[in-house]
């Protein structure tokens, strides 16, 4: 199959990936990055509820291009990201662990069951407030939570009837704060030490992926100041083997925050201090034969200070990283169909969740060049893409949406190869690639160093 884009070292195909993974070589991609479906049916969109999420037979497809010992990630939906494991699973690759990404922005979808009650019963409940948060000047019909009025005039109302006052607080649903990726890899050929010199992959990349210092410039962090990190310098079963205390930051973990989320966090924790960390040898003591050698702490560091947030690498994603490279097409709006989520105050653009001071403020659905409804950030891409793929490697996404994931492995210095059904992704996805090979050849692409 010919590809339909070629930008840099992107290749993008329009098309089924049933169709177009089959013509790819086995054993030739090092990582696969993506986010498939959640199959929930989002805003109506019928990519978003077709099965492909769980069919085997589209992950047996990546299983076979991807090298032994190549890593998968696959973000999923907090409802069904289980069938999403599974399915891929089945197909042969090995669950390794799975990544929360935890946000803040988040909107609850809740069913209120004490006015659902209410209406089944045909009773008129009585406005008592306004909810603060909702906008003026709209009848008590357009309720923050009805399908197509999110964002309008949300009445606090009290239940009328008994069975509904039994059931007023009481809802359907929690907000969502975080969605899962699951970490897959296609089993190794022997130990991993022969995998990765046969294959070049079967590893992740965890100084690459380190929590670094502010100091240092180094965003994979919600850092204030330095951190302290051990690396394994020698082993040996004489009590030789040491570690060696340095600087390249903190073990990288199974969960990764926003801003809003780190904030949240800190605020929980508080500021804490470590103590300084000096030169010491460790005794590690067992009982009979399993009695453990001592182990050389070698350097001295100074501890750190800060909240909770340091431990874990925070995803500061840019405002105009959505729309960057696509000022030549024409906008749409985003809120089509009901998604009021993503509303604007008229006057200064603020999210209408983040609220604005500006009088008789109304929220509007913004028009963006980039329309696609479910955009990762960029910068949380290239972290992903990093952990997983070697030096020169090649990422695949077969569900390359607005291409997300290929600007990312433009800006990683990594090639990519990319899928895509829907034919009014592809000028998107050609002006954000496009905009990230120009932007690496200016040398600003990179958004970590």
């Not at 079967?202 to 929590?211: M, V």
């Not at 394994?232 to 801003?259: C, H, K, M, W």
């Not at 010491?280 to 009982?287: A, D, E």
Request: proline residues 5%; aromatic residues 8%; contains cysteine.
């Amino acid at each position: 199959m010919q590809p339909t884009l070629i930008i840099g070292d992107a290749t993008i195909y329009h098309g089924n990936n049933l169709d177009v993974l089959p013509t790819l070589p086995d054993n030739s991609v090092d990582a696969i990055v993506c986010d498939p479906p959640y199959e929930l049916g989002f805003m109506g969109k019928s990519w978003d509820s077709s099965g492909i999420a769980y069919n085997v037979e589209l992950w047996q497809e990546c299983l076979r291009v991807l090298k032994h010992g190549g890593h998968l990630l696959a973000f999923g939906g907090t409802r069904t990201w289980h069938r999403l494991a599974v399915a891929i699973e089945d197909a042969g690759f090995e669950i390794r662990d799975n990544i929360a990404w935890l946000y803040g922005s988040g909107f609850p979808k809740s069913h209120n069951i004490s006015k659902a009650i209410d209406k089944l019963h045909g009773a008129e409940r009585t406005v008592v407030g306004r909810n603060p948060n909702s906008r003026e000047n709209a009848t008590k019909d357009n309720t923050l939570y009805e399908s197509g009025t999110v964002g309008k005039t949300d009445f606090i109302t009290a239940a009328a009837t008994d069975d509904a006052k039994q059931w007023d607080g009481w809802g359907t649903a929690l907000k969502p704060a975080h969605e899962p990726i699951v970490v897959a890899r296609k089993p190794v050929e022997g130990t991993v030490a022969n995998n990765v010199l046969t294959w070049g992959v079967g590893g992740l990349n965890i100084d690459a992926t380190r929590i670094g210092f502010a100091a240092d410039d180094k965003p994979f962090a919600g850092n204030r100041t330095a951190t302290f990190g051990t690396q394994e310098t020698q082993s040996g079963g004489d009590g030789s083997g040491g570690y060696e205390a340095n600087n390249v930051g903190r073990f990288p973990a199974n969960i990764i925050l926003d801003e809003f989320t780190a904030q949240l966090l800190d605020e929980q924790s508080g500021i804490t201090k470590l103590g300084d960390i000096k030169p010491h040898k460790q005794i590690n003591v067992g009982t009979g034969i399993n009695v453990m050698n001592s182990t050389q702490i070698t350097g001295s560091h100074k501890g750190d200070s800060g909240g909770a947030s340091r431990f874990f690498y925070v995803a500061k994603a840019s405002k105009r990283d959505r729309n960057e490279g696509l000022d030549e097409l024409p906008g749409q709006s985003i809120g089509a169909k009901g998604n009021g989520l993503a509303r604007i105050c008229s006057q200064c653009s603020t999210p209408q969740l983040t609220g604005c001071d500006c009088i008789n403020s109304t929220y509007i659905n913004p028009v963006r060049q980039n329309f696609h409804p479910t955009v990762k950030p960029t910068a949380l891409m290239q972290y992903l893409i990093r952990l997983v793929t070697p030096h020169n490697g090649i990422v695949l996404d077969p569900f390359a949406g607005s291409g997300s994931t290929g600007k990312a492995a433009i800006l990683e210095n990594k090639s990519f190869i990319g899928i895509e059904l829907t034919a009014d992704y592809l000028p998107i996805i050609e002006g954000r690639l496009q905009h990230a090979l120009e932007t690496m050849n200016t040398k600003e692409g990179d958004l970590f160093e």
